[in-house]
């Protein structure tokens, strides 16, 4: 069975940092883009960054950029997200998702990031 | 930026069909997809490039795409098709953007 499934969330005073990290199984993560897509509780979805398949090309989000670093592991079939600095704004439940041609087609439950104020 | 509207909440007696929008600017030049959420789970993906349904995915559930509205459509609703539903489009190859959601209600 295909499944993502990240860690690494927890509580976190503003300023400080996490590494999230997204774990695949059931198939090899290096034949695609990757993503992490974030949710504020009781808000929408709302984009955060990606990354090629061979690590070469990242993408952010304004509301990340210069603070989030995404990286992966193709060896270790895993995704990561470096968070600095973060503020009460990041506050989010933060998913893990495949890109399969520009949809997401595989999700991870999600973990849980708290910033307070 | 580019922004996709949905609305808030859309109500559908149990066996009726719902139908929720997807408004943007031109977006039917574009390719939608959508994707169901319900309560404390991960979003799953119901329909993507406008009107292809994963494998998995009932039949009921159907998309269309033209000028500036996208719509999802769930023909003989469920009690099971409760959830918050999204659509996503790309406005360029890199400005990846999700529909506010919108929250459907089976009586």
């Known amino acids: 069975e295909e499944q993502l499934v990240e860690s690494g969330g927890g509580l976190v005073q503003p300023g400080g940092s996490l590494r999230l990290s997204c774990v695949a199984s059931?198939?090899?993560?290096?034949?695609?883009?990757m993503h992490w897509v974030r949710q504020t509780p009781g808000k929408g979805l709302v984009w955060v960054s990606r990354?090629?398949?061979?690590?070469?090309?990242?993408t952010y989000a304004d509301s990340v950029k210069g603070r989030f670093t995404i990286s992966r592991d193709n060896a270790k079939n895993t995704v990561y997200l470096q968070m600095n600095s973060l503020r009460a704004e990041d506050t989010a439940v933060y998913y893990c998702?495949?890109?399969?041609?520009?949809?997401?087609?595989?999700w991870g439950r999600g973990t849980l990031v708290t910033v307070p104020s | 930026s580019y922004e996709v509207t949905q609305p808030l909440s859309v109500s559908v007696a149990l066996g009726q069909t719902a139908t929720i929008s997807c408004g943007g600017n031109?977006?039917?030049?574009?390719?939608v997809h959508w994707y169901q959420q319900k309560p404390g789970q991960a979003p799953v993906l119901v329909i993507y490039?406008?009107?292809n349904r994963p494998s998995g995915i009932p039949e009921r559930f159907s998309g269309s795409n033209s000028g500036n509205t996208a719509t999802l459509t769930i023909s003989r609703a469920q009690a099971g098709d409760e959830a918050d539903y999204y659509c996503?489009?790309?406005?360029?190859?890199?400005?990846?953007?999700f529909g506010t959601g919108t929250k459907v209600t089976v009586l």
């Open positions: 998702t495949r890109d399969n041609d520009w949809y997401f087609d595989l």
């Open positions: 059931g198939f090899s993560l290096n034949s695609y883009w």
């Open positions: 990354i090629k398949s061979d690590g070469t090309t990242t």
């Open positions: 031109n977006i039917g030049s574009k390719n």
């Open positions: 490039r406008d009107n």
């Open positions: 996503h489009v790309w406005d360029t190859t890199t400005a990846c953007v």
